[in-house]
């Protein structure tokens, strides 16, 4: 005789959803559920900004049956969408749930890898030491792959650097995909040109979630987060944003020569300023150190107010139409870090707004 728990699991099978102890993450002990309602355009979408040529994954797949039970002890985890604490959580999961899994990281800066764990609908990556291994794959996943070699390696920034365009501290660093600073700053904080250049991008996020004109990436699923970043509506995952062109000709001596070592003598800077409240020039207009390019603010996919600083390299002919071809370079290279309180760039004021 059937049981109430099996009419259950039989009822969510005809309704889609996984039975109970299938490994969905959605299940009891979740946190929250991301629901069917956070959902983005689906149309196919040209891409724009996408994960940076130098700076790449070190994951591999896991080719043999393995499956990994998160620690009963631990009641729940998150799970995020790339193998680090700096990544979003997709889901949560309970304890005692299993899933396959499907690859494996390099360690990360404790040592650790991650792994990545697929379920019907969805996947995540989760700290090795959570999760309690079995099947053909021990042997495979004590062989950790190590990162790759930078393609640029990261010398510290020259003295004549640009200054930070707001004068925010760096709460999240470049890592696998996300190639940029993100720099904490109230909304509304005046966002000031590095140094002479042309606004070759300028991109207004019309998305809204509710009456908000962001959307959290821990609502979105890897899926999800993918489909935004084809989406110009909600400026490919950036919000509003804006991309300026700096010439070799304008950089101060000390970036022309990280030009010259990248064999880009005579190339060109680009700075993209992402997830803006306000932009207060236009595309095409030219810029001086210093100008107010616009408000800082928390548009497109982001929890919150900040800045998304993001550097990209390429020859003196490069548009802003090439983009996804241009080389990104870590921040660092080119902006220094600043005293608490020090201006924009140019070293004129602004109240924050």
């Not at 792994?115 to 030491?129: N, T």
């Not at 003598?265 to 020039?281: I, K, N, P, S």
């Not at 902006?335 to 602004?350: I, Y």
Request: hydrophobic content about 40%; some cysteine.
């Amino acid at each position: 005789m059937a049981t109430l728990a099996d009419l259950w699991a039989a009822i969510k099978r005809l309704l889609g959803g996984p039975a109970a102890g299938q490994g969905n993450p959605s299940g009891k002990g979740a946190a929250d559920d991301p629901g069917e309602k956070r959902r983005v355009p689906t149309e196919p979408l040209p891409p724009l900004p996408g994960p940076p040529p130098t700076i790449q994954s070190f994951s591999r797949a896991v080719e043999v049956p393995c499956m990994a039970a998160i620690r009963p002890d631990l009641g729940t985890v998150n799970l995020r969408s790339g193998p680090g604490l700096t990544y979003p959580r997709v889901e949560r999961a309970g304890g005692g749930m299993t899933f396959g899994i499907a690859g494996v990281s390099g360690p990360d800066p404790d040592g650790r890898p991650w792994y990545r764990l697929e379920w019907d609908g969805g996947a995540g990556w989760v700290r090795s030491d959570l999760v309690q291994i079995s099947g053909e794959c021990a042997d495979v996943l004590l062989k950790v792959p190590e990162p790759p070699e930078p393609l640029f390696a990261v010398p510290e920034a020259a003295e004549d650097a640009f200054p930070l365009p707001v004068p925010g501290r760096v709460i999240q660093h470049v890592h696998n995909s996300h190639p940029a600073y993100d720099l904490a700053a109230p909304e509304g904080t005046p966002i000031h040109a590095a140094a002479p250049g042309v606004v070759v991008r300028r991109v207004l996020c019309t998305g809204r979630e509710g009456d908000l004109p962001r959307i959290s990436p821990s609502w979105l699923g890897l899926a999800g987060q993918e489909e935004l970043r084809r989406d110009p509506a909600w400026g490919f995952g950036y919000g509003t944003f804006l991309v300026v062109r700096h010439s070799y000709a304008d950089l101060p001596p000390g970036l022309r020569t990280c030009l010259d070592d990248l064999a880009l003598t005579g190339g060109a800077v680009f700075v993209l300023y992402g997830h803006l409240q306000e932009v207060t020039v236009a595309a095409g207009e030219m810029v001086e150190a210093g100008t107010i390019l616009g408000l800082t603010g928390s548009t497109g996919c982001c929890c919150g107010p900040y800045l998304h600083l993001e550097v990209r390299v390429g020859p003196a002919d490069a548009t802003a139409e090439d983009w996804q071809a241009l080389a990104a370079v870590h921040p660092g290279r080119f902006f220094r870090e600043q005293a608490p309180g020090q201006l924009g760039a140019g070293g004129q004021s602004g109240g924050t707004g």
